[in-house]
């Protein structure tokens, strides 16, 4: 699968599932980190070699060789690998994409979120919540990884 910044390549062997699309690299949260990495491609059991396609950087899913794609990586955005096809029978189920973030990089110290938030490691328990931004800089910085729906944040 295609990542945030390359699309996915074909594998010129028999048999191998294609390559990953390597993520995007971004430094908004102070650290250099890829996300958004395409999964590889299954295996698909006639033909030599055997093997599947490699993930791309950034949390993608390793292709599955004789069984389901493995899961991309947390709170990267990654796509899942592919599942194998087997000679006979069904195929094995992809990987499930992995679970995304949101980041948001601004100049205040202190935001209110709603319940059920989880922002910088901490998951807010009640409505209008105050939470730290991580220092980056002179700005801060606001992890989120989970959001129920109509969840809202207030800067202040």
């Known amino acids: 699968g295609g990542g945030a910044s390359a699309s996915g390549t074909g594998n010129t062997s028999g ?3 294609g390559f990953g699309g390597n ?3 971004s430094s908004i949260d102070g650290t250099p980190t890829t996300r958004a990495g395409g999964g590889g491609g299954g295996r698909y059991a006639f033909g030599t070699p055997s093997g599947t396609g490699t993930p791309g950087t950034g949390g993608g899913g390793q292709g599955g060789t004789s069984g389901a794609g493995s899961d991309g990586s947390l709170s990267t955005g990654g796509g ?3 599942g194998a096809w087997p000679n006979s029978g069904s195929g094995y189920n992809g990987g499930a994409g992995g679970k995304g973030i949101v980041i948001l990089r601004t100049s205040s110290a202190t935001a209110n979120f709603t319940s059920g938030v ?3 490691g901490t998951t ?3 409505n209008g ?4 931004g991580a220092s980056v800089s002179s700005d801060y910085v606001y992890s989120i990884t989970t959001a129920t729906a109509g969840a809202t944040i207030t800067f202040n």
Do not use: W
């Open 23 to 25: 993520g995007l690299e």
């Open 124 to 126: 807010t328990t009640s």
């Open 80 to 82: 899942g690998g592919g």
């Open 129 to 132: 919540q105050t939470v730290g």
């Open 118 to 120: 989880e922002v910088n």
């Open 15 to 17: 048999g191998v599932g």
